[in-house]
């Protein structure tokens, strides 16, 4: 069971807009920055968001990353089918002194 | 442009110690800031953060796993070796390298912005 929690899907239609949650605890999100990977299907993890809302050079601005207290939210408008993907949320664990990622959120795009 | 790669068996034995190579180029892992970790996931299962070590030889362990890994540097040869004692049939993941950031306002691992493709290890009789 993963130290941060996030749904296992999501969906929603091509145009359109999803988030995506991230909740965790004063040990980890609520202290420390938040950053997202995408993995799309036999791919290793790409970089989205880091620093709860910034986006790496060539990451269109349809992501975007969000966070309020213990819990982050990477958000997707303008849908389109690749994006379909997993969807990790990751930080730091101060108490467990350990990296974290959450389960992982499979996005369908239908 | 940062590069990273795996390498290393993909077939182990149950007890034996497992030992991967991270061979990258485009970065030094002597420049502040900088550290290459490790991470696995097993088939169709979530990523699970492994090991770091920094610029400056500083490591970190997942609490969990401390006691049977080990990660090395060799900044001459570009490399990062991590080693893995006493192998399990639940080990069999794929293991990523990646180029971390250092968070200098947290004093924490920041982000991995560049993966390796990672390498599928079995660990089977």
């Known amino acids: 069971q993963s130290v941060l929690t996030q749904p296992p899907s999501v969906s929603a239609a091509p145009g359109q807009k999803v988030t995506i949650s991230c909740s965790g605890s004063?040990?980890?999100?609520?202290?420390?920055?938040v950053s997202w990977y995408q993995q799309l299907p036999g791919t290793a993890p790409k970089l989205l968001i880091y620093?709860?809302?910034k986006r790496p050079s060539g990451i269109p601005d349809r992501f975007s990353g969000s966070k309020s207290g213990t819990s982050a939210t990477l958000g997707i408008t303008g849908l389109q089918t690749g994006d379909e993907a997993d969807y990790y949320c990751?930080?730091?664990?101060?108490?467990?002194?350990?990296?974290?990622f959450g389960g992982g959120t499979k996005l369908t795009v239908l | 442009q940062i590069t990273l790669k795996e390498s290393g068996p993909t077939l182990v034995k149950p007890t034996q110690t497992l030992t991967l190579t991270c061979t990258f180029s485009?970065?030094?892992?002597?420049?502040?800031?900088?550290?290459v970790g490790w991470i696995r996931q097993p088939p169709g299962k979530a990523l699970e953060w492994l090991a770091l070590?920094?610029?400056?030889?500083?490591?970190l362990y997942s609490p969990s796993l401390k006691s049977s890994l080990t990660i090395t540097k060799d900044p001459s040869k570009n490399q990062v070796v991590l080693t893995m004692t006493n192998m399990d049939p639940v080990d069999t993941a794929t293991y990523y390298c990646?180029?971390?950031?250092?968070?200098?306002?947290?004093?924490?691992?920041?982000?991995?912005?560049?993966w390796g493709q990672g390498t599928l290890v079995t660990v089977s009789s």
């Open positions: 990646a180029h971390l950031v250092y968070n200098w306002n947290y004093r924490s691992p920041y982000y991995f912005d560049y």
């Open positions: 485009g970065f030094s892992l002597s420049t502040s800031g900088v550290g």
């Open positions: 070590v920094y610029w400056n030889d500083n490591k």
């Open positions: 004063s040990s980890n999100i609520g202290n420390n920055y």
């Open positions: 620093g709860d809302n």
């Open positions: 990751g930080t730091w664990d101060y108490s467990l002194s350990v990296g974290v």
